[in-house]
């Protein structure tokens, strides 16, 4: 599982030009689930992205995590982080899960933020969406459950 953190002051996702999501000051994830990712990746990375100290502290140093700072999400399944491009140069994208199990443990790593007491906006699986965001900082973070 890979999921691109980016710290925001605000995002949002629309589908066919309608808002489908929004949030302010938190986290937009972009979210691949590879094809052996299992329920226990999904965990460890839903727990990193809880517990990590990315917004400033009152001394200017990042101390605070989203809890702290009583931060949203907005979570966007992404299966081109599993992108291959060693071959020639259009992607191959065999690493990626199968739709059916990659949108089950999508929303099961959406769940598990919610758990958390995060809100927890999304985009659509599978739809074509337009993202916008508002970086801040610009801090941006890649977890992977095969790097633990």
Request: hydrophobic share 40%; net charge negative; charged share 25%.
């Amino acid at each position: 599982m890979r999921v691109v953190v980016q710290k925001v002051a605000e995002a949002s996702v629309s589908v066919a030009g309608e808002t489908i999501g929004e949030i302010g000051k938190g986290f937009l994830l972009l979210v691949g689930i590879g094809k052996e990712d299992s329920q226990e990746d999904v965990a460890y990375v839903a727990r990193k992205v809880s517990n990590l100290r990315v917004f400033e502290d009152e001394d200017g140093k990042m101390n605070r995590s989203l809890k702290d700072v009583e931060g949203a999400v907005l979570s966007i399944s992404q299966f081109t982080l599993f992108a291959d491009t060693k071959k020639g140069n259009r992607p191959s994208f065999t690493g990626a899960a199968a739709p059916d199990a990659g949108e089950t443990l999508y929303q099961a790593f959406n769940e598990l933020l919610r758990a958390e007491g995060f809100s927890v906006a999304s985009g659509r699986f599978g739809a074509h969406m337009e993202v916008r965001l508002n970086n801040d900082g610009p801090v941006t973070i890649l977890i992977d459950s095969k790097n633990k």
